[in-house]
């Protein structure tokens, strides 16, 4: 199982520089990064979504002390 996992995300990696490569020559470097990190907030959320079934942790860890 570990092997699997380590070659999908080997493969995704690969995939995402091909593809940000791309995009960064076409519109720029920086709207492919904005891109980028709104893609990811968006599947981070998601995933927050489908396992805690809420946003609630988003909240308590936003209410943590600056130190941590």
């Known amino acids: 199982m570990a092997v699997v996992l380590a070659g999908a995300a080997g493969l995704g990696g690969a995939v995402q520089a091909a593809v940000m490569g791309e995009l960064g020559s076409r519109v720029g470097i920086v709207p492919a990064l904005a891109f980028a990190v709104l893609v990811s907030l968006v ?26």
Not at 43 to 55: D, I, K, P, Q
């Open 43 to 68: 599947c981070a959320l998601t995933a927050l979504l489908v396992w805690e079934r809420s946003f609630s942790s988003v909240c308590a860890a936003a209410h943590q002390p600056a130190w941590l």
